[in-house]
């Protein structure tokens, strides 16, 4: 389990090791590294995802380490609530972004032609927060044209808890 503390609330993940392990180990090792704390959400369509992990309250990108495998073909579906690896359009483009769906989004599972969006983990307690980060205003900001929380959502701290 992982907890994100952001300055709207807690936001706690269970984390699918088992499903998805190289995108599992990946974000734990990220957590451990102290990567996440100060990072934004910088990217936030409702009823679709909110996404972060890959940017400063500077809106610089942050250094992350190698991409990593795509492992959408996990029988996980990127469904309301799950967390999944932000990635480019290369499939095995994934490192630090994370998106939690915020409807079903059947379209970024993988399908013929589709290499899809690897689930990891899913929210287990703070959805009410999500839905709140949600809910903001977006607009432009730092190199963004749209789609950026107009008050910024930080991700003051994340710690990996008990299971």
Do not use: W
Request: proline share 5%; charged share 20%; net charge negative.
């Amino acid at each position: 389990m992982v907890v994100m503390h952001t300055n709207l609330g807690d936001i706690t993940i269970e984390v699918f090791e088992d499903e998805a392990p190289k995108s599992a180990a990946n974000f734990l090792q990220y957590v451990r590294d102290g990567f996440y704390d100060g990072t934004i959400f910088h990217r936030v369509i409702p009823g679709f995802v909110i996404q972060g992990g890959g940017f400063d309250e500077s809106y610089q990108q942050k250094k992350t380490r190698d991409p990593i495998v795509n492992e959408a073909d996990n029988g996980v579906k990127n469904d309301r609530g799950t967390l999944s690896m932000a990635r480019t359009s290369d499939p095995n483009s994934a490192t630090s972004q994370f998106f939690v769906n915020l409807s079903d989004n059947a379209p970024l599972n993988p399908s013929r032609g589709s290499a899809g969006y690897a689930v990891f983990g899913k929210v287990t307690d703070g959805m009410d927060v999500v839905d709140q980060i949600a809910a903001g205003q977006t607009g432009a900001a730092g190199p963004f044209r749209q789609d950026v929380p107009q008050e910024q959502v930080v991700i003051e701290s994340a710690e990996i808890t008990g299971n």
